[in-house]
């Protein structure tokens, strides 16, 4: 049967139908609707201490949305605030803000991360990230969902890793570095031995 010979209403019907069902997938009509996310409408959540040591607080920026399965946070750790290791499936890339703060690769050194500083954790490389021990520290993670989940948690960094010390005697108290996030006037530099 021709469309010519269905009744006008019947032939514009499948005519749109038709229409709808030819034309490639990339040139369909995409969602057109923005959505603004607007600053301060999501709760804040206190890092958990299962997961963190120290004050932190994540504040939610966006959900990965199907399809996508980015996601990002910006997340404000305290003085001598930090993560635990962790390792994350797709990587993560911490964007730092405001303070100053440390990384740290597992077997690596500690390295000072300052705002405008871009990290890029590549996937499954185990690490941890704070603030300065006398300085706040505020970053933005972006991560990607593998599976449902973007971090898989290990254990607590110790004073010594965080520190950035190897060996430490027993009953012996880390000092901090004289690091450039921690230097104080007439300090002459330099840091913790590794």
Not at 33 to 47: D, E, F, H, N, Y
Not at 110 to 117: K, N, S
Not at 131 to 151: F, K, L, Y
Request: net charge positive.
């Amino acid at each position: 049967m021709s469309v010519t010979g269905l009744r006008p209403r019947a032939a514009l019907c499948l005519s749109a139908c038709l229409l709808a069902w030819a034309v490639p997938p990339e040139t369909k009509a995409a969602p057109s609707a923005i959505k603004v996310l607007r600053i301060g409408t999501q709760p804040s959540i206190k890092g958990a201490a299962d997961w963190f040591t120290g004050t932190v607080r994540v504040d939610p920026l966006f959900p990965a949305q199907d399809p996508s399965r980015v996601s990002a946070a910006t997340v404000t750790f305290e003085p001598g605030a930090r993560t635990a290791w962790h390792t994350h499936p797709l990587g993560q890339t911490l964007i730092v803000i405001a303070g100053c703060g440390r990384v740290q690769s597992w077997g690596g050194p500690v390295e000072e991360i300052r705002p405008g500083d871009v990290v890029r954790i590549p996937p499954d490389v185990k690490h941890w990230h704070g603030a300065a021990p006398t300085t706040a520290m505020t970053h933005i993670a972006i991560q990607e969902q593998s599976q449902g989940r973007t971090v898989d948690w290990l254990e607590k960094v110790s004073d010594a890793q965080y520190l950035g010390m190897r060996c430490v005697q027993p009953n012996q108290v880390p000092t901090p570095g004289q690091g450039g996030c921690d230097r104080q006037p007439g300090d002459q530099g330099g840091t913790a031995a590794l």
